[in-house]
């Protein structure tokens, strides 16, 4: 599966094709914050999807909504300092999804922050002798049935 990349503190947007084409995810927002006495470091992402699925709910006074499968799918998160995505399977974590309604869905990962900001750090390390910026990234990749993400 492919991974959806954001690069944090960023004003551009963000989107990925999904599914074969069957729908299109975008980031809406990234927040991140320090939790349990500062152990842990939360990252929610907000993501919105277009479905070309035909797969429709309804909802009293709105407009029919789609229900991407990405949203069925577990979620799994990892941070780096580049735009490519860890390759050691240690970097990530898994996370949660919540979905009020079948367009928008918020992905929340935990990382332990020690773990974190040391992997931030060797990313800051590499970027920094190949003279690169060093620009934070969350990945997020989907697992499970459904999440053959491609792009």
Not at 53 to 78: H, M
Request: aromatic share 4%; proline share 5%; with cysteine.
């Amino acid at each position: 599966p492919a991974t959806l990349g954001a690069r944090l503190c960023r004003d551009e947007p963000v989107s990925r094709t999904v599914g074969h084409g069957a729908a299109s995810i975008h980031v809406l927002g990234v927040s991140m914050q320090s939790t349990g006495g500062g152990a842990c470091l939360v990252a929610e992402t907000v993501l919105h999807a277009a479905s070309a699925d035909k797969c429709y709910i309804t909802q009293a006074g709105s407009n029919l909504r789609t229900v991407p499968e990405s949203f069925l799918s577990a979620w799994r998160c990892a941070l780096s300092i580049n735009q490519v995505a860890p390759a050691d399977p240690s970097a990530w974590v898994t996370g949660s999804v919540t979905s009020a309604f079948g367009t928008d869905a918020v992905v929340r990962c935990g990382f332990r922050t020690e773990a974190a900001l040391q992997s931030l750090a060797a990313g800051r390390a590499e970027a920094d002798a190949a003279g690169l910026p060093p620009l934070a990234w969350l990945h997020l990749e989907a697992i499970g049935p459904g999440s053959d993400a491609q792009g």
